[in-house]
């Protein structure tokens, strides 16, 4: 698969203990609709593709910085980012989305801090990085105990 035909995207897990980035890619479906005669990969969702090491975590949790959301970006984010920029060919950081998902820790914390450090996140990433991210509600954002669940057991 050549890098000039795929798509790659980043989840952010930020959980109680710190937070873990995951990177994927994905051959791009118009290229191999254009470009493959295999019928099976033509008739299904793409294959998507993590390698072993795509994956770096750091800590403490997103809620330690509750009481001090400033510092979010250099002390927790800005090496998650650092990393995936290594990984992601440049050419491709503008059109790789991240999604960062704040699990218990954060639901833990009250809602104005909470939504304090969530746009802090938002706001730094859009500034201080060259990925992908539009409505910070759909991006960064606190998920239920419900979803955190199906997430895990995947």
């Given at each position: 698969m050549s890098a000039e035909h795929d798509n790659y995207g980043i989840v952010v897990d930020?959980?109680?203990?710190?937070?873990?980035?995951?990177i994927y890619k994905w051959q791009d479906p118009e290229y191999t609709q254009k470009n493959s005669k295999d019928t099976k990969q033509l008739n299904s969702v793409p294959e998507i593709i993590q390698e072993e090491n795509w994956?770096?975590?750091?800590?403490?949790?997103?809620?330690?910085?509750?009481?001090d959301p400033d510092d979010v970006w250099d002390d927790h984010f800005k090496p998650l980012i650092k990393y995936a920029e290594k990984i992601i060919p440049e050419s491709k950081h503008s059109s790789t989305p991240i999604f960062v998902q704040?699990?218990?820790?954060?639901?833990?914390?009250?809602?104005?801090?909470?939504?304090?450090?969530?746009?802090?996140?938002?706001?730094?990433?859009?500034?201080?990085?060259?990925?992908?991210?539009?409505?910070?509600?759909?991006?960064?954002?606190?998920?239920?105990?419900?979803?955190?669940?199906?997430?895990?057991?995947?």
């Open positions: 930020s959980g109680s203990s710190g937070s873990r980035i995951q994956t770096f975590k750091t800590t403490p949790g997103l809620s330690s910085f509750a009481d704040a699990t218990a820790g954060m639901r833990l914390v009250e809602e104005k801090k909470r939504n304090k450090v969530l746009d802090k996140v938002c706001s730094s990433l859009k500034k201080k990085s060259n990925f992908q991210i539009g409505d910070c509600s759909e991006h960064v954002q606190v998920i239920d105990g419900e979803v955190e669940g199906l997430i895990e057991k995947t």
